[in-house]
């Protein structure tokens, strides 16, 4: 297995636009999580998910964001009506369960202009 | 609450220096681990060391070390003759009891001047 994979890697879109991103993770991995990245700052926790059960969602996640793991593998993550404030880079890790170190994708970096 | 405080917000060496990156976290719960990833220019987060609370023996990697000391609340990481390669941002993170989610902090950018 290659890693933790992410999809797009660059995404550019007008305000008000819906956008999505795709995260591919380690394949033995039952946990999976979201996080979001500003300049000069560490991850922040979005969401995560066990198998296919979101089992958490941070304050931060407004109710544009929406993400799925419909069937524990691949995961999908949603922003809609996107704000400028949203401009961030989106990052994805996978995990065993338990308190197991999460391995990072390569993120994907969304501007809303 | 948990939270993870890395107050040195840039630091700069030269070429075979050693080099301390600080790491204070917070948590009330009584299990719980220590993470420290570094984050290249190339932006990916590579996973370095993981630490549980109960095992505070300090633990030694190449040219990495990590200092992990309870009574302060500190988990630092030094890297010893630091190269260019280093130059990167470390992050410290902490998983509470639950281990559901990483709590980092605001990273610390190391440059090694060559």
């Known amino acids: ?113 | 609450a948990q939270k993870v405080t890395q107050a040195q917000t840039e630091i700069s060496v030269v070429e075979k220096e050693d080099v301390t990156l600080d790491c204070v976290y917070e948590t009330r719960d009584t299990t719980y681990y220590l993470f420290w990833y570094k984050q290249p220019p190339s932006g990916e987060l590579v996973f370095l060391i993981r630490r549980n609370s109960f095992d505070e023996q300090n633990e030694i990697s190449g040219r990495y070390s990590w200092n992990f000391q309870k009574s302060t609340s500190s988990f630092n990481f030094t890297i010893t003759a630091s190269q260019v390669v280093d130059s990167a941002v470390y992050f410290c993170a902490l998983s509470g009891d639950t281990g559901n989610q990483f709590y980092f902090g605001t990273g610390t950018s190391l440059t090694v001047i060559p």
């Open chain 1, 1 to 113: 297995d290659t890693g933790v994979s992410q999809n797009p890697r660059h995404k550019i879109t007008k305000r008000g636009q819906n956008v999505t991103f795709r995260c591919d993770p380690i394949s033995e991995h039952n946990r999976l999580y979201w996080y979001r990245q500003t300049l000069g700052q560490g991850p922040e926790f979005l969401t995560y998910f066990q198998n296919e059960a979101q089992l958490e969602k941070s304050r931060l996640l407004s109710d544009r964001f929406s993400a799925e793991r419909p069937k524990g593998s691949f995961s999908t993550l949603e922003i809609q009506r996107t704000e400028q404030g949203d401009s961030a880079m989106y990052l994805c890790a996978s995990s065993l369960e338990g308190w197991n170190e999460q391995f990072f994708g390569p993120g994907t970096r969304l501007t809303v202009l």
